[in-house]
């Protein structure tokens, strides 16, 4: 071991001093097996040490760090990795950045492990790394569950796609009549085949109420050949879809049970949201979701149009309740990547448009807008408008961006959404477009005047 670590300092190289802001700072580069971390010269007989990514391992970083005296920490990594140092370091009373890898390898000729954590030592000595932004606690563990229920959807439907295959290599052609075969007709049927029922007649009496095609439509579709492996494979894909279905009741037990768990804001600052029971819709949680973001929030999101429960969670569950890591709503949106960057060189600019992200409340936030194309309401009037200028894409961006701004000023103010109307929005446009015209006409000598009504 000795060994290996003499040949790996002679690699570390002594780095040029410039003016130090954070003179108790360390970089560390973590990977998969090593975690490789460098702190000031002068600290240690070793400035650059690695150590195995197991978790005593970890704590023994830790320790090394406290005896060099140091204070903060810059971390960068891919994936997952990063997340056991981070807490570990942070219960210990490390102030500890998480830097993106882009803001730290605009530099050519230089990539090892161990000049990658010299690198960011460096850096974050200088004072030059910004954290990412990690929300509290609470909200990661929110944000936990809140994922691993979205892989779990997408885990659940591979199977109802397997269900739909299975039935139609039997030639049963029950997704021509029904829109959704894990609706109530649908699994009625599905599970009395998997029992051993055969008689189409019988199969099709479990048609609900409320299904568009007749009983007659329904038995016809279900005349097919019953093979014995295919309907093995049902039933495999129905016991699949079925565990999975249970998978997201117990995950949706667990995330009311974390909601309860949040301090309830003293005074609200909107009335709460309606308590009316509204037919539950698939993929929506089994408990009342609406009601638990106002309790950790104080505020009804679901009020402004195009964000109902499900999209709020996602939202919230990414960015948090405290809006004071953004100064104001530009930084929010600059954060969010839903403002423009332009690329201005010589006066000029040279490009334009939003950079690309994978934020998932950037995601959350465009569907909702997209959600508003025929919406009567402000927010859909303005998204038609930016539309019928500029295109569908620039308007899902442009109204995302507004949304993102109520949700910014609700939070941080408290304040209710009032809607005013698509017709209140489109006079409001109109009178803007006739101060242009005036200020306009008035450069150039001339006059508006209204056309008198025949």
């Known amino acids: 071991m000795s060994k290996k670590r003499s040949k790996r300092q002679k690699k570390a190289k002594d780095l040029d001093a410039l003016e130090q802001i954070n003179l108790n700072a360390a970089g560390i580069d973590i990977g998969a097996e090593e975690v490789y971390v460098a702190v000031p010269q002068g600290r240690d007989e070793e400035s650059v040490r690695s150590f195995p990514s197991f978790t005593a391992d970890l704590h023994r970083l830790a320790d090394w760090l406290e005896a060099c005296g140091i204070e903060t920490v810059a971390m960068e990594s891919t994936g997952v990795f990063w997340i056991p140092l981070f807490e570990i370091l942070e219960s210990r009373g490390f102030e500890v950045y998480l830097v993106n890898a882009r803001h730290i390898k605009n530099v050519s000729g230089r990539k090892s492990d161990v000049l990658d954590c010299q690198w960011i030592q460096q850096l974050h000595t200088y004072g030059l790394l910004q954290p990412s932004f990690r929300p509290p606690e609470q909200i990661c563990a929110i944000r936990g569950l809140v994922r691993h229920r979205d892989m779990l959807i997408k885990y659940r439907s591979a199977h109802i796609q397997h269900m739909q295959k299975a039935l139609t290599v039997m030639n049963l052609r029950l997704t021509n009549v029904l829109s959704d075969i894990t609706g109530v007709t649908g699994m009625k049927i599905i599970r009395s085949i998997i029992a051993g029922e055969r008689n189409p007649e019988v199969l099709a009496s479990f048609r609900h109420s409320n299904c568009a095609k007749s009983q007659a439509e329904i038995a016809k579709s279900l005349e097919g050949n019953y093979k014995r492996e295919h309907l093995f494979a049902l039933k495999q894909s129905l016991e699949l879809y079925d565990f999975y279905d249970q998978q997201l009741k117990d995950c949706d037990t667990e995330l009311e049970a974390l909601y309860q768990e949040f301090d309830i804001p003293d005074e609200p600052g909107t009335p709460p949201p ?61 954060w969010l990547r839903l403002s423009p960057n332009n690329k201005v060189t010589g006066g000029k600019v040279k490009q334009r448009g939003t950079l690309p992200s994978q934020n998932r409340a950037n995601t959350a936030f465009r569907m909702a807008a997209q959600s508003l194309a025929r919406s009567d309401c402000a927010l859909g009037a303005f998204y038609r408008r930016i539309r019928a200028r500029h295109g569908g894409p620039k308007a899902v961006t442009a109204t995302a961006h507004k949304l993102a701004r109520i949700v910014y000023f609700m939070l941080k103010n408290r304040q209710p959404y009032h809607d005013p109307g698509a017709d209140y929005y489109e006079e409001q446009y109109r009178l803007r477009a006739i101060r242009n015209l005036q200020r306009r006409a008035s450069k150039l000598g001339m006059r508006l005047e209204p056309v008198g009504v025949t």
């Not at 679901?302 to 964000?307: C, F, K, R, W, Y």
């Not at 919230?316 to 809006?323: K, P, Y």
């Open 274 to 334: 309606d308590p009316r029971k509204r037919k539950r819709r698939k993929n929506q949680p089994h408990f009342d979701l609406a009601q638990s973001l106002y309790c950790i929030t104080g505020v009804d999101l679901t009020a402004v149009d195009g964000l109902e429960a499900m999209t709020v969670q996602d939202i919230l569950s990414e960015i948090g309740t405290d809006m004071s890591p953004w100064p104001t709503a530009k930084h929010f949106a600059s």
